[in-house]
């Protein structure tokens, strides 16, 4: 799984294989964790060594970038990680399907389901 910081669209880069993604779904769905993330990061990026899930009260999911520790962190409340994990898994399988690698973004917006405001963009693909 490759981890990085895009500085120049400020959002966070999650590329892996269908099992890393979906490990990544399954951690946020059990709302703790970490999983580890081996990170080559391109000219003016930043690597990351992986994703820290947290419960944490809410509302919604935050993600944010943990700068100092270089680690994407996930906290939030039960109800949303898990519409955020469904979401996830959702994506990951349609991703899977298709041939020659594609990507989704995922953002806060007014309204959103679970994100919270102030979440860092991501962007998920598969290479």
Request: a negative charge; aromatic letters at 4%.
């Amino acid at each position: 799984m490759n981890l990085v910081f895009d500085p120049v669209f400020d959002e966070v880069e999650l590329n892996g294989v269908e099992a890393e993604l979906a490990r990544v779904a399954a951690v946020v769905a059990v709302g703790e964790g970490f999983v580890g993330a081996v990170s080559s990061a391109p000219p003016g990026s930043e690597p990351l060594v992986g994703v820290e899930v947290r419960r944490t009260p809410g509302p919604g999911v935050s993600v944010l970038l943990d700068g100092p520790r270089q680690t994407l962190v996930v906290s939030g409340d039960a109800v949303a990680m898990a519409l955020f994990a469904d979401q996830l898994r959702v994506m990951t399988a349609a991703m899977a399907s298709e041939e020659g690698g594609t990507h989704r973004h995922i953002q806060h917006y007014p309204g959103h389901p679970y994100l919270a405001e102030g979440s860092v963009p991501l962007m998920i693909g598969i290479p």
